[in-house]
């Protein structure tokens, strides 16, 4: 497939470039002195994680501990109940810790081990990035430090829980808004400060590079493994796939098995309470060009030009850009962008729990309800949804805010 000069055939041999650009997104916008830390990442990465005994152990962990692959299940009764639309889900909820974060946060920290670091650190939001990271410090005996939120540490009680029992530092941040924007701000800072002792192990396909294609590429067998099983399963592609965006790690993996597929893609933003500034976080509908985290893309800014406030019901998804591959497949067209709010969001969380018996994660829930919408538009064929994490973190909070339905 080629659209817009762009070959898809051979696009990941191009993008990024050398420089870490997906066209205009994309860089490493850093002092100097982390860009040889960046530097330093890159080569390992492109040595050591290129190599057959790197490969090997990486494949062994996934099959014998975090248990891939995943299946892809048919959502049958939802897909009685919406009429003659087929929806399918890729179960990254049964990755062991319950979602896709595990994937590459089992990469990283084996990168991590190789280059011969002591210390992880890393930035979560609804937790699961957290857990993964604390998994996998706990897997290869490493010490391991999550800047975490205020405010979501409040809504993610369980997962700070299983962080703080796995071994790890759960480091509180208490500046503005206390959310997954500022818990990057600390750890990045933190990485600054111990970059020679330790690897910063960012939790989505942002930041400078070589962090989004490293964790695009960890991500790259959710995509695999859900193609080939979907035409084993049925005996052609989907029509449509769909998955939820914040900084999109969960996406960039699940996308990228079809890129160069006659297959429509689906990225679903958090409209939150509505398109106010401050009420959503879709900064892909509603964002312009710029730079934070030390990377270049779409983001949402405020009168200064600044990273603006975000909010969304899942903690996962409210952050204030998107990862730069997002923002060029978005320019590009290859992948639709559209945003799902809170009410449809919880409708979806109830609607899949009841009629599948599979209790998603809110972020998950995002791309549940904009498949329902989907299907109800498209009237025949199939979709396939990339269920991104299990909905076990989100239980108090849900009840708290929402009650039983």
């Known amino acids: 497939m080629i659209l817009n000069g762009v070959d898809f055939e051979t696009y990941f041999k191009h993008y990024p470039d050398e420089n870490g650009y997906f066209g205009p997104y994309g860089g490493a916008y850093i ?7 960046m530097q330093e990442i890159s080569t390992a990465y492109f040595t050591i994680a290129q190599s057959r005994q790197f490969i090997a152990e990486l494949r062994r962990i996934r099959k014998e501990f975090q ?3 995943t299946p892809v299940s048919h959502l049958e009764r939802l897909s009685n109940k919406l009429g003659n639309v087929q929806l399918y889900v890729k179960r990254e909820d049964l990755n062991h810790t319950g979602a896709h974060k595990l ?10 081990k190789y280059m011969g670091k002591r210390k992880v650190i890393a930035e979560t939001g609804a937790g699961q990035h957290g857990v993964a990271m604390a998994t996998a410090a706990a897997y290869f005996g490493m010490e391991c430090d999550i800047y975490m939120g205020t405010e979501d540490i409040k809504k993610q ?9 796995l071994g790890a530092n759960v480091v509180e941040v208490t500046e503005g808004q206390a959310t997954l924007k500022e818990a990057v701000d600390a750890a990045f800072a933190a990485y600054a400060r111990e970059y020679k002792d330790c690897i910063y192990c960012i939790g989505s396909v942002v930041g400078p590079h070589p962090f989004p ?15 080939s099983q979907f035409i084993e399963m049925t005996g052609h592609l989907p029509d449509a796939i769909v998955a939820c965006v914040g900084g999109g790690s969960n996406a960039a993996g699940f996308f990228s098995g079809f890129l160069n597929d ?8 958090p409209l939150g309470r509505g398109t106010a500034l401050g009420d959503h976080a879709a900064s892909l509908q509603y964002g312009t060009e710029g730079v934070m985290h030390g990377f270049n893309s779409i983001m949402l800014k405020d009168e200064n030009g600044d990273p603006a406030p975000v909010y969304s019901v899942a903690s ?12 060029f497949l978005h320019t590009l067209g290859r992948v639709k962008y559209d945003v799902v709010n809170d009410d449809d969001t919880i409708d979806a969380f109830f609607e899949l729990s009841r009629q599948e018996g599979i209790i998603p994660a809110i972020e998950s829930a995002h791309a549940v309800a904009y498949g329902i919408q989907l299907a109800k538009r498209m ?7 990339n269920l991104s994490g299990r909905g076990d973190k989100d239980m108090d909070y849900i009840i708290e805010k929402y009650g039983i339905r």
């Not at 960890?218 to 995509?223: I, M, R």
């Not at 006659?262 to 933003?269: F, Q, W």
């Not at 009237?379 to 949804?385: A, E, N, P, R, T």
């Open 31 to 37: 002092s100097d002195e982390l860009k040889a830390a």
């Open 67 to 69: 248990g891939r692959p």
């Open 103 to 112: 994937n590459h946060c089992m990469g990283e920290v084996l990168l991590a």
């Open 157 to 165: 009680a369980p997962n700070v829980a299983r962080m703080r029992i």
């Open 213 to 227: 294609m490293m964790v695009r590429d960890f991500q790259h067998v959710v995509g695999e493994e859900a193609r």
């Open 262 to 269: 006659p297959v429509d893609i689906y990225g679903i933003e």
């Open 316 to 327: 996962g998804l409210d952050y204030p850009s998107s990862g730069p591959e997002h923002a």
């Open 379 to 385: 009237g025949k064929g199939s979709v396939l949804i």
